[in-house]
């Protein structure tokens, strides 16, 4: 089938036997059957190294024109010289390369007709969507949920900003200056103490926590967008990888702008050092957001004190449980702090050396063996829990303080014991104040941390809010540091002429310069984000998303699965059979 017969050298088969039937026979495949598709005579040259092309072909078109050979009818025109014999090839040559073409575009036809009907049965409301097709809707949706950045109120953003810029701050405001600073009795020395501790930290720490909790918030708003458009009718998730992806490269090339921490290092100063309350609503702000932070701190330092002593009879009882060994230490070593306390006015932050020799005797009397390290430890929390109820029993009483503030009596009242009862009705009676009494005296004795725990319950009251002291599974093992009077209260008895406490409600005027600070900080990165921020993160995503659309293998890993795979395999046939036809049509205009 792909024969074709050539006889050489034609021009010295005549010169040397002259036979034309013999030759004819060959030709017409009769002398050598050998069922070739054409049979054909052509010469060669004249045999010498030197020939051309050219001087062949003209000495082969000279010989079969003065030929005995044609002219006697053994050879017929179209089987003589080499153009003829080249045609015959090429034209067999085209043959089998268009019945060829043929059969593999009927294959493609075949192949794109099950591909379409697969997708018809597995996606019928899906329209076919290669890669690339859908790589670039999920980049329209990525940089759509960047535009829904610029739609979030003012509020919602402040919000978010305080609630993570106070999630940040609170450890280092407790342990570095609320916790510290409580132990200056003397007001001058609490207020020098804070000041040079705000100074210290707004110069330093605070600046980059804020820029990073900033940082965080744009991300955070991000993916809930991101999320949300997930919940929306038609969301494809065959995105989801890829969006992930993209925020996390973005996420980890995003540097805040350098400038915003100076600028902010200017506002934190400037608010810090703002020692004034200046507004009723700025002081029951900084009372509730006081008393929230103490109420949130407390919890923590039950915990801690439930975990050092263990499960309590409940919960050992409910859950088969029972004290180790540590644990019944704790429970001893605490007794015996907690009677060390009690005998104290006011306790030292750390305990002296002579109590913890104390208490290591009296224990070592019930032969129990514990190191001076292990009281310390187990003295930490309970005077941490000590501190916060004396504030939160400030914070009960300063909420309704502020006239007394605002006009400077927050002083000695030594030398008038009813200067209480005196400014209270001239408050009540300008409208200052409610008409109901202080706590004052002996009712302010009253154990500090149920009290303010009931009154912060009472305050939430409305949220439905349940408060507990301690944790569900440490019930019956709570231990409650009964507060004395908080020293920064009046205690004015009855007939007493002398008193060496004052009222200031230091800790209400903290806490109103760190919630000014806060409300600062957050409206500055606020401005930061939507300004700046957002626009530089969409540069970002641009920049990632065009790197991922030049590099095939990562867009492979990022946009995959059997419906991404089948719509690829369908482009691909399509493309090939069209390319085939295109081919065949070509091969049939030449014809």
Known sequence: KRTIFVLKKVDRAEASLYNPSRIREILEGRLFPMKALGYYAVVTGRGTKDESIESIKEYEANFFKTSRLFREGALRLEQMTTENMSKAVSERFWRMVKDSVEQEA???????????????????????????????????????????????????????????????????????????????????????????????????????????????????QLEQAVKSAERSPGYDHIFDRLKRDVIQQTRSRHQWDSKATNRLRVIQNTTLEDHTVHTKAQWDAAVNFLEDALYARMKEVDQTISELRGPGVLARWFYWTSLTNEQKKRVATIDEILQIMASQQRPESEMSADDVTTVRRNLAGRKITVSNKFIRKTYAPLIQQLNLARAMSTCQYCRRSFYYYQQGFMGPLAEDPDAFSRIEDEAVGSGSLPSHDFLVGEEMALD????????????????????????????????????????????????????????????????????????????????????????????????????????????????????????????????????????????????
């Not at 110069?203 to 926590?209: C, I, K, T």
């Not at 530089?536 to 991922?548: A, D, G, P, S």
């Open 106 to 220: 009927d294959t493609y036809r075949a192949i794109r007709y099950n591909l379409e009907t697969e997708w018809k049965n597995t996606y019928p409301h899906l329209r076919e969507m290669d890669r690339d097709e859908l790589f670039d809707k999920a980049r329209n949706d990525i940089l759509d949920n960047l535009v829904s950045l610029s739609k979030i109120s003012t509020a919602t953003w402040e919000k978010s900003i305080r609630d993570l810029l106070w999630k940040k701050l609170q450890v280092y405001v407790f342990e570095k200056i609320f916790e510290p600073s409580q132990q200056q009795t003397n007001l001058g020395a609490y207020q020098t103490m804070v000041d040079v501790l705000l100074r210290d930290w707004s110069q330093h720490e605070l600046p980059n926590a804020c820029v990073e909790a900033g940082w965080e918030v744009l991300y955070e």
């Open 448 to 591: 500090a941390p149920a009290a303010s725990m009931a009154a912060h319950s009472r305050r939430h009251d409305g949220k439905g809010q349940k408060l507990r002291t301690t944790t569900a599974a440490n019930e019956g093992a709570s231990t409650t540091v009964a507060a004395p009077a908080a020293s920064n209260l009046a205690v004015v008895s009855a007939g007493s002429t002398t008193n060496t406490d004052y009222i200031d409600c230091r800790e209400v005027v903290l806490f109103s310069r760190l919630l000014r600070m806060i409300e600062a900080t957050s409206n500055s990165l606020r401005q930061q984000i939507v300004n700046d921020e957002i626009r530089r993160m969409e540069q970002l995503v641009k920049t990632v998303l065009n790197e991922i659309s030049e590099n095939p293998l990562t867009l492979n890993q990022l946009i995959t699965g059997k419906r991404v795979q089948l719509a690829e395999d369908l482009k691909r046939t399509r493309h090939i059979q069209e390319k085939l036809e295109e081919f065949i049509a070509a091969l049939n205009s030449s014809d």
